[in-house]
Nanobody, 125 residues
Framework: QVQLVESGGGLVQAGGSLRLSCAAS????????MGWFRQAPGKERDIVAA????????YYTDIAKGRFTISRDNTKNTVYLQMSGLKPEDTAVYYC??????????????????WGQGTQVTVSS
C-alpha cells in the first residue's frame, strides 16, 4: 500500500502560480511512476503529467506543456506539480497517483494503483 496526500491547492487569479505537493508513505516511493490528474465537475479524470520512478522521464498533456512542471524528490517521498500561467479552465480537483508496474511511463488513469484524496485548485478570471 502507498498512501498519498496532496497539498498546495487553493484560489488563485488567472495568470498566477501554484505548487502542488504529494507526500507518499508506505511502500518504497522510488519504485513508482507518479502522475498528476485533474477532474473538473461533470468531466472525466484526465492525466496532466507523469514522471518515471527515477525522475528522468516525464510526460505532459498538451494543456500542461510550457506551463506546468512535474518533479519528484525520492529522498523526501514527494512529487510536485509547479503550475504557472493558470487559467480559469484549469479549475479542478487535482489528484496524484502512483503506478507500480515498472512499465514505461503510464498515462491511463485506470492503470494507477494508488490515489490521493485530491486538492482543489480554483482559478478566478
Amino acid at each position: 500500500q502507498v498512501q498519498l496526500v496532496e497539498s498546495g491547492g487553493g484560489l488563485v487569479q488567472a495568470g498566477g502560480s501554484l505548487r502542488l505537493s504529494c507526500a507518499a508513505s508506505g511502500r518504497t516511493f522510488s519504485w513508482y511512476t507518479m502522475g498528476w490528474f485533474r477532474q473538473a465537475p461533470g468531466k472525466e479524470r484526465d492525466i496532466v503529467a507523469a514522471i518515471g520512478y527515477r525522475g528522468d522521464n516525464t510526460y505532459y498533456t498538451d494543456i500542461a506543456k510550457g506551463r506546468f512542471t512535474i518533479s519528484r524528490d525520492n529522498t523526501k517521498n514527494t512529487v510536485y506539480l509547479q503550475m504557472s500561467g493558470l487559467k480559469p479552465e484549469d479549475t479542478a480537483v487535482y489528484y496524484c497517483a502512483a503506478e507500480g508496474s515498472g512499465l514505461p511511463l503510464e498515462i491511463r488513469p485506470g492503470k494507477y494503483d494508488f490515489w490521493g484524496q485530491g486538492t482543489q485548485v480554483t482559478v478566478s478570471s
